[in-house]
């Protein structure tokens, strides 16, 4: 349900064109950064003008209600017109309907923009408040630190024995597929750079959306959902090698994955559980007629777009409500799946999994699945996760191994 500020908080958003400021992260508060951002381009957010949380299974539809009334009440003035100028907030929402895990909306008090050729700033002003938005200042990263993230709830000892259950339950009938996480932790030093890892993760992943949302950070290449002035997309990722050692074994394995009968059928019903939930709210959806290879620095993923119109007058938070969870993040059928993860995975996985990005003021915006992350909280501890899908031809160790080239982008960023 919605906190305070209540949706009837008034603002004064005003956005103005500048020289492009290179460096977004670098403007980022350091303990708690707000990013969104892929090849260089994106949002960065300085302070909080409304932070909503939401929790329980209602938190998506809730919080496109408290949206409408923020977007409702405000006052924008916006000449650049560009995806992410304007009002916007920045978001990430828990897995599970029962997750502990606050989901949260964020509109900053000012955000420092870069898209294409165009760069602004915006500035927000909650009504009645007279403390002026901030003025962006880039603000030099903190020292280097080293820390290792180690086994937490799930051994991987533990992680092959719930493989090999889920593969007797799938062969059993009871379900098609299901996605099974594990995780790690760490603590982070005191007065520790977090922009230090998101920069780490931006550079090493240009590819992926880079984000930081309330001690939330990851890098992940796989697109929810995306709205722009009525277009839908999505780019849909199940299937994954890791990179070969030289030009021939890498394109080996790539080719081994675009044939793999085991890897195909996962993809497949990943892709469909995206077609099935954006179908009630695209016409002319369509999709790539066979999966591709998408090459990463570490893994090759089997990989579809998906493309259409709105047809319903949807925002992005409406779609992303629609589509969670994917096939991708949890298996087929969906309840089974959950069913089978709430029995095997000893852990609540918080935001992991979850949508993660941001939306305007118009409903337009940008989500992906939140992969290759990690949360820190207040007191330092860091909780990194990652799964894989799971079907009646996986084996327990291949699948321990992906989950270790899954691990390794966030693992090597705090490292």
Avoid at 68 to 81: F, G, K, L, Y
Avoid at 201 to 218: E, K, M, V
Avoid at 246 to 263: F, G, H, I
Avoid at 285 to 295: D, G, H, M, R, Y
Wanted: with cysteine; proline share 7%.
């Amino acid at each position: 349900m919605p906190a305070t500020p209540t949706p009837v908080t008034q603002l004064r958003v005003e956005t103005t064109r500048v020289d492009d400021p290179r460096f977004l992260l670098k403007f980022t508060d350091a303990s708690s950064p707000l990013i969104w951002v892929r090849k260089g381009h994106g949002m960065a957010g300085i302070g909080e003008a409304v932070r909503l949380t939401f929790t329980g299974p209602d938190r998506m539809t809730d919080a496109c209600e408290a949206w409408r009334s923020i977007v409702a009440a405000a006052i924008v003035t916006d000449p650049v017109q560009a995806p992410g100028s304007g009002l916007i907030a920045f978001g990430t929402f828990a897995f599970d309907d029962s997750s502990a895990a606050e989901s949260v909306l964020i509109v900053p008090r000012t955000i420092v923009g870069r898209r294409d050729d165009v760069s602004w700033v915006t500035r927000i002003r909650v009504e009645g408040d007279p403390t002026p938005a901030p003025e962006p200042e880039l603000r030099r990263l903190g020292d280097e630190y080293r820390l290792t993230l180690l086994p937490g709830e799930v051994s991987p000892d533990d992680y092959r024995s719930m493989v090999e259950k889920a593969v007797g339950r799938i062969t059993s009938g009871e379900l098609s597929k299901v996605v099974l996480a594990r995780d790690l932790r760490g603590h982070l030093p005191a007065g520790s750079d977090l922009r230090r890892v998101l920069y780490d993760l931006a550079l090493g992943y240009p590819d992926c959306w880079t984000y930081g949302i309330d001690g939330f950070l990851g890098s992940s290449p796989e697109t929810l959902v995306r709205v722009d002035h009525g277009t839908v997309s999505a780019r849909v990722l199940a299937g994954t090698t890791a990179r070969g050692a030289d030009a021939v074994s890498d394109q080996e394995r790539a080719v081994a994955l675009a044939t793999s009968a085991k890897d195909l059928d996962e993809h497949g019903f990943a892709v469909r559980s995206v077609v099935t939930a954006l179908e009630p709210h695209s016409r002319g959806l369509a999709t790539s007629e066979v999966p591709f290879t998408l090459k990463l620095p570490n893994l090759w993923h089997l990989a579809s777009d998906v493309l259409g119109t709105l047809s319903d007058g949807s925002t992005s938070l409406d779609l992303i409500a629609a589509l969670h969870p994917t096939a991708a993040v949890a298996g087929t059928p969906t309840a089974d799946a959950l069913a089978l993860i709430h029995e095997l995975e000893p852990f609540d996985r918080g935001r992991y999994a979850g949508p993660v990005g941001w939306l305007g003021a118009d409903g337009d915006g940008e989500w992906a699945i939140a992969l290759r992350c990690a949360q820190v909280d207040e007191a330092g501890d860091i909780t990194a996760y990652a799964g894989c899908g799971i079907v009646a031809e996986s084996v327990p160790e291949r699948e321990y191994l992906e989950t270790k080239m899954k691990f390794r982008p966030i693992v090597e960023a705090f490292a």
